[in-house]
């Protein structure tokens, strides 16, 4: 599904609208500057932690810079490291951790700004309590915006305006947790699984 939305991928059937206009419609460059996508596994570039954090937005100050580490959770690790911002992150990240590496960039995808973010299994490395925190801070700083989360770990979305249950690459239930909690489907199981094993 996000492959579609950013183009990767073009459908066999039927179109894709955001904000009613066709994508296909839409020049390849203008839709994917206004799409930030954060992977489960991010690319790190040898480099300062800050040279890392504003490689979507160059021109940004440090004030911007640190609010955007500050919503992904990534400010106090980063003030720990030995130098805090201008630190090294080492090839492809080597220096961090996986959370951490996570965390730089979704501060990277923050600092972009864009229209629409898909965050693709992106906080998989967080504990539980510093995801819920990341999540909870991306929906209230893209409250006007579209954040497409893309996770397997459901207590990180409960609080979504819509949640869409995909199997076997097919929607099977769309509504908020509430909603879906009440159908007592795919949806009801999982999290139910999720709840007893923690």
């Known amino acids: 599904l996000s492959k579609l939305i950013a183009r990767l991928y073009e459908p066999n059937e039927g179109k894709i609208f955001i904000d009613d206009i066709d994508i ?8 994917r500057s206004q799409i930030g996508i954060v992977p489960q596994d991010s690319i790190l570039f040898d480099g300062s932690v800050q040279e890392n954090i504003s490689l979507t937005n160059p021109e940004a100050s440090v004030e911007d810079i640190i609010l955007a580490s500050e919503l992904a959770s990534a400010h106090e690790f980063i003030m720990q490291l030995p130098t805090g911002y201008t630190s090294g ?15 730089i960039a979704i501060a990277r995808s923050v600092l972009q700004n864009p229209n629409l973010l898909i965050m693709d299994e992106s906080t998989s490395a967080l504990d539980f309590k510093t995801e819920r925190k990341v999540s909870l801070n991306l929906m209230e700083y893209f409250r006007d915006k579209t954040v497409l989360f893309i996770t397997h770990r459901l207590n990180s979305i409960i609080h979504a305006d819509l949640i869409i249950t995909m199997h076997q690459g ?12 009440a159908l007592k489907g795919r949806y009801y199981s999982l999290f139910m699984q999720q709840q007893f094993q923690e």
Request: hydrophobic share 25%; no cysteine; glycine share 14%.
């Open 24 to 31: 296909s419609k839409v020049e390849l460059n203008s839709l």
């Open 89 to 103: 992150v080492g090839e492809r990240g080597s220096n961090l951790s996986g959370g951490q590496r996570q965390r």
């Open 170 to 181: 097919r929607i099977e239930e769309t509504g908020t947790h509430s909603e879906l909690m």
